[in-house]
T-cell receptor, first 119, second 110 residues
């Protein structure tokens, strides 16, 4: 099973609202990711958690606040967003290193995304 | 800054035709992944290539990793409407970090 689930599927929020996006995986993956994807563009990395600790923050504004309560869950808390933050927010998780006789590599599996609209 | 350029950006072809999508960089990647994404959905992992010169086949899809691990290609034989989507390559850049390519939008007409 390579399923990553995300809720909600769609979210509309005003600029003064506080909301959260949720992501869950039960594959035993120890790295989890948040990406932002604008229309017709590739995903842009926002955050990476490794073993429940934040390991990468790609200079994301503080109005986005990630949280990893346990190894299966990843949240993204949203506050005071701007209309330009409207996008598809993707969660992913990464498998354990796999060695094929060469370098270790990780495979990412994505959830279906949350379509966020900020009004 | 590591960049992955894909070409072509857009491709519209008839069912049954063959096509090749390219993913190029001046940087070396330890591994490279290919994804297909449909509108409003998350990318779906198709394949991971790791060794320079490696060729992997997935039914009508053939993936190749360049000898120097800086480039990759995806060849689709006898394209079908179900192949329509956004094709993305992603190179591993350090631990847990992936650099995505610029994307190729494919439309296969019945």
């Amino acid at each position: 099973d390579t399923e990553v689930t995300q809720t909600p599927k769609h979210l509309v929020m005003g600029m003064t609202n506080k909301k959260s996006l949720k992501c869950e995986q039960h594959m035993g993956h120890r790295a989890m990711y948040w990406y932002k994807q604008k229309a017709k563009k590739p995903p842009e990395l926002m955050f990476v958690y490794s073993y429940e600790k934040l390991s990468i923050n790609e200079s994301v504004p503080s109005r986005f606040s990630p949280e990893c309560p346990n190894s299966s869950l990843l949240n993204l808390h949203l506050h005071a967003l701007q209309p330009e933050d409207s996008a598809l927010y993707l969660c992913a998780s990464s498998s354990k290193p796999t060695t094929s006789g060469g370098p270790n590599y990780y495979e990412q599996y994505f959830g279906p995304g949350t379509r966020l609209t900020v009004t | 800054t590591q960049l992955l350029e894909q070409s072509p950006q857009f491709l519209s072809i008839q069912e049954g035709e063959n096509l090749t999508v390219y993913c190029n960089s001046s940087s070396v990647f330890s591994s490279l992944q290919w994804y297909r994404q449909e509108p409003g959905e998350g990318p779906v992992l198709l394949v991971t290539v790791v060794t320079g010169g490696e060729v992997k086949k997935l039914k009508r899809l053939t993936f190749q990793f360049g000898d120097a691990r800086k480039d990759s290609s995806l060849h689709i034989t006898a394209a079908q409407p179900g192949d329509t989507g956004l094709y993305l390559c992603a190179g591993a850049s350090g631990t847990y970090k992936y650099i995505f390519g610029t994307g190729t939008r494919l439309k296969v007409l019945a």
